[in-house]
Structures are given as C-alpha cells and as structure tokens.
C-alpha cells in the first residue's frame, strides 16, 4: 500500500511560511516548523519518518531546513496531532513516511521575504503491516466460511424428515416402528417410480436354483429409460429394450426387440424383505427376483 502528496503550499504537515528575515543566516528550528493542529482522524498505528532534500545552512545558502531539523518537525507535528498512534525509528514502524524537499524559493533582497516549500510526501507500509494484512485477510476469510456452513447446516435443518424422505427416494418406505412391517408388500406407482430411479443397475434372477430354471442375467436402467439385458448363457448374450413406470396402475412394463426372455409385458414390484424383491409378471407366471443393499 502505498499513499503519496505531493504539494506547494499549505496542507497537513507540509509547510508554508513567510519569515521575517534579519540578522546573520541560521538554520530553521524544528520548533518553529511544528504544526499542533489536530488532525481530523487517528490512525492506530505506529510510524518512522524520514527526510531528503534538506540542506545545512551556510553563509553561501542563507537561511535554509536541514534534513535533522525536518525530520524532528514533522515527528513533532504527528505526536501533537495525534494522525497516527506513535512515532518510531526507521524500520520498527507500521508505515513509513518519507518526505522529500524538491525546492525551497527564497527572495534576495528586501525586508520582509515570502519563502515557498514545495515538498513530496510518500507513505508506505512496511513488511509488518503487510503481515497484518494478511493476517486480516485470512480472518475474512474464515469468517465468511462459517457463515456459509452456518447457512448451509441450517438449510437442511429446514429439509424437516430428511429420513423419510431419503428413503421415499431411493423406493422405500418411511421407517417405520420396530416389528411393524409386513412382507410381502406391493409397491404404490410412486414407490415404483422413486425405486428404479434411484437404482439404475439390477442384478436379477429368475428361477435360478430350480429345475428347469433359467440362466440369470443383468438388467441395466439408462436415464432415458431404455433397459439393457446383460446374459452371458444366453443364445442372445445382450440385447436391448424400453421400460415404462405407469404410476396409475403401479406397474413397470418393459419391451425386448428380438428376445423372449426374459419376457416383455408387465410386472408389479413386491417387496419380499427389507433387502428382497421381486417383480411378478401381470397375467403370466413370469417372476424376477433381486436383491438390493439396504
């Protein structure tokens, strides 16, 4: 950060003065250099001053600020005016102020004289205010972290029966009190519905284990609702199909192209166990059992 002035004339802290000049040259004293107005803000940190362009006084020069006597006016001049809460030495300051002498007109001759200062002013912060800074920043940011946790956690505190609903969506019913569930349990169009959604690949088999029984194969949903048939055993190891929910009659159709099995038509779904379904052909004896993770 870095903030300059650069002036003629009055302003805070640069001095402007008409000197009544008598007598033999002498350098400018800081105490009469030193302003004691009170600034109109206070800044809560601490400052070094340093000063360049300044010259000693000699009989060639006349009266002129030597670079010392500088320095210890504007040192001065903050303390009374309270700007900033302390003066330091160079380099143990929050910010350091530099302020440099560009030209100093005096008259030649006369009895009174107007003398003008033009100086330049740059304030800078030093490596410790930049570490606060950054200190701050983190702070910021930090802060601006809980209270976007705060909101979030809040947010789903709001949701009301997250478990039910959570449940409802994956195809399964609210939890309900220990020992109240029967099997086996029809599905309602919407469970049939919220339960493919949220399962979109079904190891199923049918009549696996028994006489006659067929080869098991992998039913897979897409979003699109089209259905793959997975079965290595088969005549036709892959084949392709559509599936459709009709809520109205709590059913899931589906549809081969070129394939009898397993068979195209209509199914309810019925929940055999907590883990356990099967989906029973509607006017064929047509069965497909699958398990799913809880």
């Known amino acids: 950060m870095k903030a300059a002035i650069y002036g003629r004339g009055t ?49 060639m020069t006349g009266s002129t600020i030597s670079n010392e006597e500088l320095k210890a006016a504007v040192e001065s001049s903050i303390m009374q ?32 004289f107007t ?13 410790d205010d930049a570490i606060v800074g950054a200190t701050r920043m983190r ?10 946790i705060a909101q979030g956690l809040q947010a789903i505190a ?34 049939v519905a919220a339960h493919f959604a949220s399962y ?21 949903i897409n979003r699109d609702r089209t259905v793959e048939r997975s079965c290595p055993n088969c005549f036709t190891p892959k084949a392709s199909g559509s599936m459709v929910v009709k809520q109205d009659d709590a059913t899931v159709c589906f549809e081969w192209s070129r394939v009898p099995y397993p068979a195209s038509g209509c199914f ?7 883990t356990d379904f099967q ?6 004896e047509t069965v497909i059992r699958y398990s799913l993770a809880p």
């Open 279 to 284: 989906l029973r052909g509607v006017g064929m």
């Open 115 to 127: 003398v003008d200062l033009e100086a330049g002013w740059s304030l800078t912060a030093t490596l």
């Open 200 to 220: 979109p690949s079904i190891e199923a088999r049918q009549g696996e284990g028994r006489p006659g029984g067929k080869a098991p194969f992998t039913l897979r």
């Open 11 to 59: 302003g805070i802290l640069i001095v402007a003065a008409v000197v009544g000049l008598a007598g033999c040259a002498s350098t400018a004293t800081r105490e009469a250099m030193s302003v004691g107005t009170p600034a109109t803000k206070s800044y809560p940190y601490s400052v070094s001053v340093q000063t360049r362009g300044g010259t000693e006084t000699s009989a």
């Open 268 to 274: 309810k779904l019925v929940q055999t166990s907590a």
């Open 139 to 148: 702070m910021a940011v930090e802060g601006a972290a809980r209270k976007n």
């Open 81 to 112: 005016s309270k700007l900033f809460k302390s003066v330091v030495q160079r380099g143990n300051g929050d910010y350091e102020l530099s302020v440099i002498v560009t030209q100093l007109t005096k008259p030649v001759f006369g009895a009174s």
């Open 158 to 191: 709001d949701l009301g029966a997250l478990d039910a609903d959570a449940r409802s969506e994956r195809g399964q019913a609210p939890a309900p009190a220990p020992g109240a569930v029967k099997y086996p349990r029809e599905l309602s169009g919407q469970d």
